[in-house]
């Protein structure tokens, strides 16, 4: 399935949620998706967790202290 397959199914989740459900709805399915998202990519082996909380000039080596 391409990117914009997957793209367009999440869009239509959202849309749904928030038609039905209202604005809370929409943005529950929308965290829900992202969390969902980053557990996949953590399961894939594309994301380490740390790069999450490092900030953005900093690299693997360079802590500052």
């Known amino acids: 399935m391409s990117?914009?397959?997957?793209?367009l199914l999440a869009g239509?989740?959202?849309g749904f949620a928030a038609y039905f459900g209202g604005?809370?709805?929409f943005l529950l399915v929308a965290a829900?998706?992202?969390?969902?998202?980053?557990v996949?990519?953590?399961?894939d082996g594309d994301l380490d967790?740390?790069?999450?909380?490092?900030g953005?000039?900093?690299?693997?080596?360079?802590?500052?202290?």
């Open 32 to 38: 829900l998706g992202a969390l969902g998202f980053l």
């Open 23 to 25: 604005f809370g709805a």
């Open 3 to 7: 990117r914009a397959s997957i793209g």
């Open 49 to 54: 967790l740390g790069d999450l909380f490092r």
């Open 40 to 43: 996949g990519r953590y399961a």
């Open 12 to 14: 239509m989740a959202l």
């Open 56 to 65: 953005r000039g900093e690299s693997r080596g360079d802590r500052r202290r």
